[in-house]
T-cell receptor, first 114, second 111 residues
Framework: SQTIHQWPATLVQPVGSPLSLECTVEGTSNPNLYWYRQAAGRGLQLLFY??????ISSEVPQNLSASRPQDRQFILSSKKLLLSDSGFYLCAWNGQGAPGNTIYFGEGSWLTVV | GQQLNQSPQSMFIQEGEDVSMNCTSSSIFNTWLWYKQDPGEGPVLLIALYKAGELTSNGRLTAQFGITRKDSFLNISASIPSDVGIYFCVPHRGAGNQFYFGTGTSLTVIP
């Protein structure tokens, strides 16, 4: 079976500091990978998605970037965090092993920028 | 771009009541997904719909893919406290890689 994990689970960072959130998927190969952000406990905003190693599509211009150094690894980064970057960040995958057009989420990472 | 409207935004109901929520769009889709998000966790897939007119149940949950392919409905019967959470609709065209979520319906069940 497939599993997805992301870490750290919670993070408190000062404004201007860097960020790195990591996500890995097990039990599948060549998955599509996604980063979402959820502010104020409501809608999920698609930030980035990747269909393969080194292939990143950005949905919205912002202070964040994503990288996919390995097939099942997806990293969300920032060089200098802003207060507005606070939120709940979710990694997700779909592809082989995910029935139909469905996506599956990790546990989420809470980021508070202070 | 596509317009996706999910309603209601929030619901406060008594335990045992039935719940109904829906999503409408200006675009046609081939798939409608419904997710539930418990507080502090990632969304979990409840029901996937792949055909216009399809009616699918998962326990007390029933979802339908609208005939026009522009809408979908989710019903919860005999609500219980653990139904609390945010429910999202996610339409998909069946091609392309992006999954866009509705704005969510926040459900509170009062015991």
């Amino acid at each position: 079976s497939q599993t997805i994990h992301q870490w750290p689970a919670t993070l408190v960072q000062p404004v201007g500091s860097p960020l790195s959130l990591e996500c890995t998927v097990e039990g599948t190969s060549n998955p599509n990978l996604y980063w979402y952000r959820q502010a104020a406990g409501r809608g999920l905003q698609l930030l980035f998605y990747s269909v393969g190693i080194g292939q990143i599509s950005s949905e919205v211009p912002q202070n964040l970037s994503a990288s996919r150094p390995q097939d099942r690894q997806f990293i969300l980064s920032s060089k200098k965090l802003l207060l507005s970057d606070s939120g709940f960040y979710l990694c997700a995958w779909n592809g082989q092993g995910a029935p139909g057009n469905t996506i599956y989420f990790g546990e989420g990472s809470w980021l508070t920028v202070v | 771009g596509q317009q996706l409207n999910q309603s209601p935004q929030s619901m406060f109901i008594q335990e045992g009541e039935d719940v109904s929520m829906n999503c409408t769009s200006s675009s046609i889709f081939n798939t409608w997904l419904w997710y539930k998000q418990d507080p502090g966790e990632g969304p979990v897939l409840l029901i996937a719909l792949y055909k216009a007119g399809e009616l699918t149940s998962n326990g007390r949950l029933t979802a339908q893919f609208g005939i026009t392919r522009k809408d979908s409905f989710l019903n919860i019967s005999a609500s219980i406290p653990s139904d609390v959470g945010i429910y999202f609709c996610v339409p998909h065209r069946g091609a392309g890689n992006q999954f866009y979520f509705g704005t969510g319906t926040s459900l509170t069940v009062i015991p």
